[in-house]
Nanobody
Framework: QVQLVESGGGLVQPGGSLRLSCEAS????????RGWYRRAPGKQRELVAE???????NYADSVKGRFTISRDSAKLPFYLQMDSLKPEDTAVYYC????????????????WGQGTLVTVSS
């Protein structure tokens, strides 16, 4: 059973930077859409940034110009570079991807990571 695993969260001061990574725990055939979401305390989960199937990117207005989603290859891992962090960026960050896996259905299936906590505080 493939799982997505996030890393790179932690405590950072306002104005600081963090880089999140998303990797798969098992073998995959291909990766399609990729995205980062977050859930802040008391709020619903929201899209932060995504790389669509056509390779285009999309960002939430609140992070444009500060966050960058990227990938090294056609598969995994992929990343979220977060700069100029603000206290309101504090949240659990989740990676999400459409994967084709050896034990899957042969078509892209959606997977979520368990989340990594980012705390922005002085």
């Amino acid at each position: 059973q493939v799982q997505l695993v996030e890393s790179g969260g932690g405590l950072v001061q306002p104005g600081g930077s963090l880089r999140l990574s998303c990797e798969a725990s098992g073998r995959i055939f291909s990766v399609h859409a990729r995205g980062w979401y977050r859930r802040a305390p008391g709020k619903q989960r929201e899209l932060v940034a995504e790389i669509k199937r056509d390779g285009s990117t999309n960002y939430a207005d609140s992070v444009k110009g500060r966050f960058t989603i990227s990938r090294d290859s056609a598969k995994l891992p992929f990343y979220l570079q977060m700069d100029s962090l603000k206290p309101e960026d504090t949240a659990v960050y989740y990676c999400n991807a459409d994967l084709v896996t050896p034990g899957g259905l042969g078509s892209p299936e959606n997977y979520w990571g368990q989340g990594t906590l980012v705390t922005v505080s002085s």
